[in-house]
């Protein structure tokens, strides 16, 4: 079965310090994965997004994922983290079954500490 | 960017009572919305496909007679939680693509969410 891996459930950094969320999918075809970010009070926001070319994507924000297909991964990473970055941060990738599905994963709740 | 709205963005009901809740694609046609359901701390799970026009696809496991689904129009879907009970109380998120068609590379765009508290 279709599935994605977040296997970090909150992650604290400091301020100015570099990130990385890991995520891992279990998916047979080529999948189109997403990074999305979810504040308090607000909808989740689409950062990044990988279909295919450059498995390297740059997203907003700062932000930019790799792509690793030998490794069914598809980290999200940061040079330098905000204090306004803190919040919840969700892997998805999407199914081609006939419609359009998004799978998430469980989420990694990131802790900016200054 | 497209926008979503969500109408309430929290409600509080008495058990047994039907609760709806709207999503909007504000500037954009959907033919098709997605609604979510997500637990405290937990990620969001796909409930329902809302198409417009059809019935909606419900995802295993989820109660199509607790969770009615109408898309009326290119711009509204709705989900009614009917005879709401506490296990019901959770965060609904709708969300809707940006083109008409279907296609896993469609940017799909969330709603806030809305609040259920069922007492």
């Known amino acids: 079965a279709q599935s994605v891996t977040q296997p970090d459930i909150h992650i604290t950094v400091s301020e100015g310090a570099s990130l990385?969320?890991?995520?891992?999918y279990s998916y047979g075809a080529t999948p189109y994965l997403f990074w999305y970010v979810q504040s308090p009070g607000q909808g989740l926001q689409l950062l990044l997004k990988y279909f295919s070319g450059d498995t390297l994507v740059q997203g907003i924000k700062g932000?930019?994922?790799?792509?690793?297909?030998?490794?069914?991964s598809f980290n999200l990473r940061k040079p330098s983290v905000h204090w306004s970055d803190a919040a919840e941060y969700f892997c998805a990738v999407a199914l081609n079954t006939g419609g359009f599905k998004t799978i998430f994963g469980a989420g990694t709740r990131l802790f900016v500490k200054a | 960017g497209a926008v979503v709205s969500q109408h309430p963005s929290w409600v509080i009901c008495k058990s047994g009572t039907s609760v709806k809740i709207e999503c909007r694609s504000l500037d954009f046609q959907a033919t098709t919305m997605f609604w979510y359901r997500q637990f405290p701390?937990?990620?969001?799970?796909?409930?329902?496909?809302?198409?417009?026009g059809s019935k909606a696809t419900y995802e295993q496991g989820v109660e199509k007679d607790k969770f009615l689904i109408n898309h009326a129009s290119l711009t509204l879907s709705t989900l009614t939680v009917t005879s709401a009970h506490p296990e019901d109380s959770s965060f609904y998120i709708c969300s809707?693509?940006?083109s008409s068609g279907i296609s896993s590379t469609d940017t799909q765009y969330f709603g806030p969410g809305t609040r259920l508290t069922v007492l």
């Open chain 2, 41 to 52: 701390k937990q990620s969001l799970m796909l409930m329902a496909t809302s198409n417009e």
């Open chain 1, 63 to 72: 932000f930019e994922a790799e792509f690793k297909r030998s490794q069914s």
């Open chain 1, 20 to 24: 990385e969320l890991r995520c891992n």
């Open chain 2, 96 to 98: 809707a693509p940006l």
